[in-house]
């Protein structure tokens, strides 16, 4: 690596030449004469002339530093006036004015955030607006799910308006769509009924085999049936018809009964009501 060389113009002048002593020397000799003065300076500069002269033309060479310093790390802190109030970045130039620091904030930079008091900067920092959208978001992906879901499965998917009607007359719509609802949750109580309503028969049917053939004992009473629930270990055992008509005809007594419904183990569990109406 070759020396770098420093240009003179940056280099310390040191002791005076010959040249600046005889100028000086001719100064003082026109204003005051010569005197005790201008004697000390002739001795001066006879005794600098008389010194070896300094090889100017040799170019200084700096010492190698032991590591890369850059200049806004040096070696000594020098703890310099700060031109920018605290808490904002340091300026290392001039002190800006409120103007200038004004239009600072207001300068759109690439890459970089908005800033404030733009339309990009609410926006991106609203969060009504994002908690807007991400809600939007959710409900059309759900609106979407169910109805795709509904179709699917529903008998009366046919009955259900078009999605061009939602625009032109947005009420009977869907006045018409909650209509088909109410009809698919009628169909799929009447089905799970009758679901439950086959395996009840289908219970009754084995404890009158098992009756017969002797591996069950017979009720006391014939063509009485019996209030208690029988447990079947081969299918689930719902709620007995008979049982239930006449906790109906009780009256007001088998009111507390009916908020009661026995699970497919035979236990007795209360009915759960959504909101507490139904």
Avoid at 12 to 25: D, I, K, M, S, V
Avoid at 57 to 65: I, T, Y
Avoid at 151 to 159: E, G
């Amino acid at each position: 690596m070759s020396p770098a060389q420093i240009p003179h113009f940056l280099l310390p002048r040191g002791l005076p030449t010959a040249r600046t002593l005889r100028t000086l020397q001719q100064t003082q000799h026109a204003g005051h004469g010569f005197n005790t003065s201008t004697r000390r300076c002739f001795s001066e500069s006879r005794s600098v002339a008389a010194r070896p002269k300094r090889v100017t033309d040799k170019s200084r060479v700096l010492s190698q530093p032991d590591k890369f310093r850059p200049p806004s790390h040096p070696q000594r802190l020098v703890n310099q006036a700060r031109t920018s109030p605290t808490g904002q970045p340091v300026n290392y130039g001039r002190a800006l004015s409120a103007e200038e620091r004004a239009a600072q904030d207001k300068k759109q930079y690439p890459n970089m955030f908005p800033p404030e008091g733009t339309v990009m900067f609410k926006f991106l920092t609203s969060r009504w607006i994002h908690i807007w959208i991400a809600m939007s978001i959710l409900t059309s992906l759900a609106t979407f799910t169910f109805t795709t879901n509904f179709k699917a499965t529903s008998p009366f998917a046919h009955l259900l308006p078009s999605w061009s009607d939602l625009l032109t007359h947005p009420i009977d719509t869907l006045s018409q769509a909650m209509h088909v609802y109410r009809m698919h949750v009628q169909h799929e109580s009447m089905r799970v009924r009758e679901q439950r309503q086959r395996r009840v028969e289908d219970a009754e049917k084995r404890r009158q085999y098992r009756i017969a053939h002797g591996l069950e004992d017979a009720p006391e009473k014939e063509g009485v049936v019996s209030g208690e629930m029988v447990d079947d270990g081969q299918s689930p055992v719902a709620v007995d018809v008979a049982t239930a008509a006449a906790g109906d005809v009780a009256g007001v007594g088998g009111a507390g009964a009916s908020q009661e419904f026995v699970d497919w183990e035979g236990k007795k569990k209360p009915v759960k009501k959504w909101l507490g109406i139904w």
